[in-house]
């Protein structure tokens, strides 16, 4: 992985990643690490919906280039439509920061380092980014609501 440092942006998304980064160490989800410390760091992306949210990713490309695939299936869109159509009750929950509820394993830390303006940051819990987690929070709901999904859930 390579150093480099923090992509140029404008003043505006600046201000929208310090939020993101000032929360993410509220809830101890990122931690800061000494400025001295010889590291491999790569820089965070804003990614902004249409609506005007944003959310905080780190370009982890190489490292999801060496990452073993976890291929545990997600539900696809066709499937979950057939079943959405003959539904009696839809529901949902707000999943938005759940993978933050993952823990990171502490020789995985140093590969999940984002550089900022305000330091260097390392990731406690899973962020977004990592290409492997879609696959771990899906067999994590689908192990936490087995008996629902028996039922005929849709998870």
């Known amino acids: 992985m390579l150093r480099r440092p923090p992509y140029p942006e404008s003043l505006e998304a600046r201000k929208e990643v310090e939020k993101h980064i000032n929360e993410l160490l509220d809830m101890d989800v990122i ?36 990452t ?9 869109i066709p499937h ?30 140093k590969l999940l380092r984002i550089i900022f303006y305000m330091g260097i940051y390392e990731s406690t819990r899973v962020l977004f980014h990592i290409k492997n987690e879609p696959g771990h929070f899906q067999r994590m709901m689908e192990t936490t609501f087995q008996e629902e999904i028996l039922e005929g859930w849709m998870v």
């Open 68 to 76: 073993k695939a976890d291929r545990y299936p997600i539900p696809r």
């Open 31 to 66: 931690r800061k690490i000494a400025q001295n410390e010889i590291v491999e760091v790569t820089t965070p992306v804003l990614i902004t919906w249409h609506d005007g949210k944003s959310r905080l990713c780190g370009d982890l490309r190489p490292p999801n280039n060496y």
């Open 80 to 109: 979950a439509k057939d079943k959405l159509e003959k539904a009696r009750y839809i529901t949902k929950m707000d999943c938005m920061k759940c993978f933050h509820h993952n823990g990171v394993k502490q020789n995985s830390m």
